[in-house]
């Protein structure tokens, strides 16, 4: 089984940064992609932004040039920078990670979420 464990969410002004980290854990042969989703109070889950274990990084419209996904695959960890909040920024946020079992099977796994809220 996977665990994945979030941290760094909190209350900041507009304009501000704050910077998340999810951990995984676990029995696995190797992590995949892995992401930061987020959902905001009476809206669907979205994309917010993905990277896989080569580095490439791929980013919803509306955060992009904002934030910045990042991962140590030593520590098994992936990152998120979030630079320039807005209130739209408000929500859950999710990590996700896509690994390979070591009964090569492909997984899918969520944490439990990190509230972030944007206010004056």
């Known amino acids: 089984q996977v665990q994945l464990v979030e941290s760094g969410g909190g209350l900041v002004q507009p304009g501000g940064s704050l910077k998340l980290s999810c951990a995984a854990s676990?029995?696995?042969?190797?992590?995949?992609?892995m992401g930061w989703y987020r959902q905001a109070p009476g809206k669907e889950r979205e994309l917010g932004a993905t990277i896989t274990s080569g580095g490439n990084t791929n980013y919803a419209a509306s955060v992009k040039g904002r934030f910045t996904i990042s991962r140590d695959n030593a520590k098994n960890t992936v990152y998120l920078q979030m630079d320039s909040l807005k209130l739209e920024d408000t929500a859950v946020y999710y990590c996700?990670?896509?690994?390979?079992?070591?009964?090569?099977?492909?997984?899918?796994?969520w944490g439990q979420g990190t509230q972030v809220t944007v206010s004056s």
């Open positions: 996700s990670a896509e690994v390979t079992s070591k009964r090569w099977r492909m997984e899918n796994f």
């Open positions: 676990g029995s696995f042969w190797s992590i995949n992609t």
